[in-house]
C-alpha cells in the first residue's frame, strides 16, 4: 500500500509538471508569426500594393499590374489618415522595437490597425507601412 503522504507528493510533481508544460506551450504560441505576415514580409512595395488591391477587390486579379499598384496605392493613400491616427500614438513602443525582427514590428502594427480598417486589409497595409517606415508614416 502507498502511503497517503507519498500519493500527495506525486500529485505535486505531476501538477508542476502540467503546469511548467503549459506554459511552456503559451510562451511557444506567443513567439508563433503569423504566416501571411511572414509571406507578406518577403515582398517588394510593388507586390505589396498589388497585394492590396487584390484584397480589397478580387475582380482586380485580371488586371494590369500597373493598375493594380495604382489601385493598391489609392486604397493605402484613403486608409492612410485613419493609420496614422492609429499607430502613430505607438511610435515611441516601435522604437524600442527597433532591433525586433521586421515580422514582429509588422504584428505590433497590424494588432493597432485592428478595428480601424477592414480585416483583409489589416496586414498587406501593416507590412506596406512598416517597409515604408514608421518615420515616414508619423514624421520625426
Not at 502507498?2 to 500527495?8: D, E, K, L, R, V
Not at 527597433?98 to 486589409?121: F, Q, R, Y
Amino acid at each position: 500500500m502507498i502511503p497517503p503522504q507519498a500519493m500527495h507528493y506525486v500529485g505535486l510533481a505531476v501538477a508542476k509538471v502540467a503546469g511548467w508544460g503549459f506554459a511552456q506551450l503559451m510562451i511557444a504560441g506567443s513567439e508563433r508569426i503569423d504566416p501571411e505576415i511572414f509571406r507578406l514580409s518577403k515582398l517588394d512595395e510593388p507586390a505589396l500594393l498589388m497585394e492590396i488591391a487584390r484584397k480589397d477587390n478580387p475582380d482586380v486579379v485580371g488586371q494590369p499590374d500597373d493598375i493594380k499598384q495604382q489601385w493598391g496605392q489609392a486604397i493605402v493613400d484613403r486608409w492612410l489618415p485613419k493609420a496614422r491616427a492609429l499607430i502613430c500614438p505607438h511610435r515611441y513602443t516601435l522604437l524600442t522595437m527597433v532591433d525586433s525582427p521586421e515580422v514582429k514590428i509588422i504584428g505590433a502594427v497590424a494588432g493597432w490597425l485592428v478595428g480601424g480598417l477592414p480585416g483583409t486589409l489589416i496586414n498587406p497595409v501593416a507590412t506596406y507601412l512598416v517597409k515604408r517606415g514608421i518615420p515616414a508614416l508619423c514624421g520625426n
